[in-house]
């Protein structure tokens, strides 16, 4: 009896494992790629998907194949759409936020954005976009504002050093035409002198 337990506590925890094996727990993508895809799949009643203009003017949508978007209006996107799905309005922000995630700007001539897991109909595959790794710098911090502070030394002790120069320029002018009037004053005292003593001798 007691062995017939112990089969069934066995067969038990047995299934209980291989159903925890089977169930992996679900990833989520991250809220920002969750947001930007909510907000192109939000105009999709208007054709096509995205966030569009009171007047019907496209603001933001997903590009002809679907495999990225386009901002047609930064200002409007900025202004309208960013406040209702972020905490900000800052477009600079969005496109930084974008960067870390591996978006690239494909076009020069408009905002176009694309990500080879970032595409229409396939939200499934947002979980796979993970925010770039920090490269490791070349310099550790510590050095790198060890760096900057002897720059700023060094740009300080020039421009004094410039100064300095300047100074002692104006010093050598001042001190020449100090020269000139006092040899002036020693010429002029020497002619009254001169005339002093010729009206005495003429006494």
């Known amino acids: 009896m007691a062995a017939r337990f112990s089969q069934l506590d066995q067969d038990t925890t047995s299934r209980s494992s291989s159903s925890s094996i089977k169930s992996p727990r679900t990833k989520c993508p991250a809220p920002f790629l969750s947001k930007t895809y909510d907000l192109l799949e939000e105009g999709g009643a208007h054709g096509g998907g995205g966030d569009h203009h009171p007047h019907g003017k496209k603001i933001?949508?997903?590009?002809?194949?679907?495999?990225?978007?386009?901002?047609?209006?930064?200002?409007?996107?900025?202004e309208l759409t960013l406040p209702r799905f972020f905490k900000h309005n800052n477009f600079s922000s969005f496109i930084r936020q974008l960067n870390t995630y591996g978006f690239k700007k494909t076009s020069s001539k408009q905002w176009e954005f694309k990500h080879d897991r970032f595409q229409k109909g396939r939200r499934h595959m947002l979980f796979e976009i993970t925010r770039k790794k920090c490269e490791p710098s070349m310099f550790p911090t510590y050095l790198k504002a060890s760096s900057d502070q002897e720059n700023a030394a060094a740009a300080m002790e020039e421009a004094s050093g410039l100064m300095l120069k300047e100074e002692n320029k104006n010093l050598r002018r001042e001190k020449l035409e100090l020269q000139i009037q006092v040899a002036q004053f020693e010429d002029l005292e020497t002619k009254l002198v001169d005339c002093l003593s010729q009206q005495h001798m003429g006494n």
């Open 60 to 78: 933001v949508s997903w590009n002809a194949d679907g495999n990225g978007f386009v901002v047609w209006s930064p200002a409007e996107f900025s």
